[in-house]
């Protein structure tokens, strides 16, 4: 039976390494008989979570969740207590994937029942806002499909392709188009585990995709950089990719690269296209089916607002923030501050708050780090921000007024209680945070770090 979402499941080209993750193989019919087992084993459960580790497992999770019909919670591996508690809860996760469920790559199961509804939720994706604890993104199965055909088209994705990445599999990036993206198209998938310069050079991929963390650290290694020289496409997207490493990149590899912009909530909306123009600064032109406006501020740039095909469902159980993400007339409002040039091509300018930082490709917001340091008990205020750094596109760095706690102290507070790639890198102690005559902090009299 061939799933219309995971099209390349069960149909097409099946080889012992169809899909390899983190050095383990498994071939497309070993996927779809250890999913179907998890899929009959969770029919019917509200919704299901997975600690979404670099892992076969995790991919027969995720795939068994979409093959049931039961939205399927990645869980950060390195999440933290206060973390991982909020999303089990906030999700109302019925079962733990791995855990609660056995996760056994050498089972084999048949499935007969009907394929989900194309509305029906098939992830729950937790992401940051500006204050409060990370909020629950429903993506249907519908989405997902639609993202992934527009970027097949732009990118001329097919089942000749060996994608190579070691993206985490609990954001979209990683998960929807590293692995879903693979399950859709046919093609061949290497994730490497970690996202290293060595291993990327190693894959012989046709594919390959990154953080602009990744693609930095890929520069800084030369003869990895120009092992890459053979690959089709060497996409970027999760943060804007810095001039430097463009040029690098194509200096190295002899290709530009091409960049895409999405977020959580709207999936890939604009990307530059495998036949297109490949410009520095450019993301490229909206995917089929989406639309894209801006709400210019003056200067030619403004919040850049979309709609489409691959828009979630809304916050999961938070109707008033998701009536707010839209604007009176159906728009989704990014909250990225974007330019589009007379032919088209869009260029992402910034981010309207401060307050959602991006460091090495994660959404972090200030204020949940905030309110992790404030539950350190030697905290009594704290101000974190996202300051600019080559190698993590933003850096974060708290300042707190505290008695008696070390720097370190309060980055592995930080690290043990929401999770590692929240943490700060530094931390400044102050005396008292600056604030108006209103007693509200002023983070930009903040002094350098
Ligand atoms: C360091 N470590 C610690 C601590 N400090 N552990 C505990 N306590 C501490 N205080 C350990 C970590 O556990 C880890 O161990 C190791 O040190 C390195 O961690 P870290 O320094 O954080 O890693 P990094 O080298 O800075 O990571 C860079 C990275 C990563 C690999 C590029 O940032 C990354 O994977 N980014 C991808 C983010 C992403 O996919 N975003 C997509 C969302 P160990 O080595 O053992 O693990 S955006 C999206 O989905 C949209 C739609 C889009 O547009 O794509
Ligand atoms: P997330 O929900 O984690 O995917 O984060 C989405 C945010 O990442 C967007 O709102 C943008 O601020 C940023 N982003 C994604 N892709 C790009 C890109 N190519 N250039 C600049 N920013 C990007």
Redesign the pocket.
């Known amino acids: 039976m061939t799933d219309r979402l995971l099209t390349a499941l069960g149909a097409g080209a099946d080889t012992p390494d169809a899909l390899t993750v983190a050095g383990r193989a498994l071939s497309r019919e070993e996927l779809l008989g250890a999913a179907n087992a998890v899929a009959n084993r969770i029919a019917g459960a509200r919704s299901v979570a997975v600690r979404a580790d670099a892992s076969p497992e995790t991919v027969v999770a995720v795939v068994g969740g979409l093959l049931a019909g039961v939205p399927v919670v990645p869980l950060p591996p390195?999440a933290g207590p206060a973390e991982r508690e909020h999303i089990l809860r906030d999700s109302r996760a019925e079962l733990i994937l791995g855990q609660d469920v056995p996760l056994d790559v050498r089972e084999r199961a048949d499935r007969s029942a009907p394929e989900p509804d194309p509305g029906a939720a098939a992830l729950v994706l937790y992401t940051s806002g500006t204050t409060g604890a990370p909020k629950g993104v429903v993506i249907p199965r519908s989405a997902i499909a639609a993202g992934l055909d527009g970027l097949a088209d732009a990118w001329q994705w097919t089942a000749d392709d060996t994608l190579v990445h070691g993206?985490?599999l609990f954001?979209?990036?990683?998960l929807v188009l590293g692995v879903l993206g693979a399950l859709r198209t046919g093609c061949r998938l290497v994730h490497t585990g970690?996202?290293t310069p060595e291993a990327y050079a190693a894959a012989g991929g046709s594919l390959y995709f990154g953080?602009p963390?990744?693609w930095s650290r890929v520069v800084r290694e030369p003869s990895a950089a120009r092992a890459l020289s053979g690959a089709r496409l060497l996409v970027s997207?999760?943060a804007a990719l810095p001039a430097p490493v463009f040029r690098d990149l194509e200096a190295l590899t002899g290709q530009r690269p091409v960049e895409r912009?999405?977020?959580?909530e709207t999936?890939?909306t604009v990307s530059t296209r495998a036949d297109g123009d490949r410009r520095q600064g450019s993301v490229g032109l909206p995917l089929p089916g989406v639309r894209t406006r801006l709400v210019e501020t003056g200067g030619g740039i403004g919040e850049l607002e979309v709609r489409g095909p691959t828009l979630f469902a809304g916050y999961l159980g938070r109707p008033e923030a998701t009536a707010a993400a839209y604007t009176a007339d159906g728009w989704f409002r990014t909250g990225d501050i974007a330019a589009v040039e007379p032919d088209g091509t869009h260029r992402i300018v910034g981010r309207a708050s401060t307050d959602l930082i991006k460091s090495?490709?994660?959404?972090i917001g200030a204020g949940e780090v905030e309110n992790a340091l404030l539950d350190h008990p030697a905290v009594t205020e704290a101000a974190v921000v996202g300051l600019p750094h080559e190698d993590?596109g933003q850096e974060i760095v708290a300042y707190v007024v505290a008695d008696g706690v070390t720097e370190q102290d309060l980055?592995?507070f930080v690290?043990?209680h929401l999770s590692?790639?929240k943490?700060p890198r530094r931390v400044r102690f102050l005396d008292a945070l600056p604030r108006n005559a209103m007693g509200k902090p002023q983070k930009k009299l903040l002094p350098p770090a």
């Open positions: 390195d993206l985490p954001h979209v990036h990683g970690r996202p953080v963390t990744v997207g999760s912009y999405g977020m959580t999936l890939i090495g490709g994660y959404r993590l980055i592995d690290a043990g590692v790639h943490r």
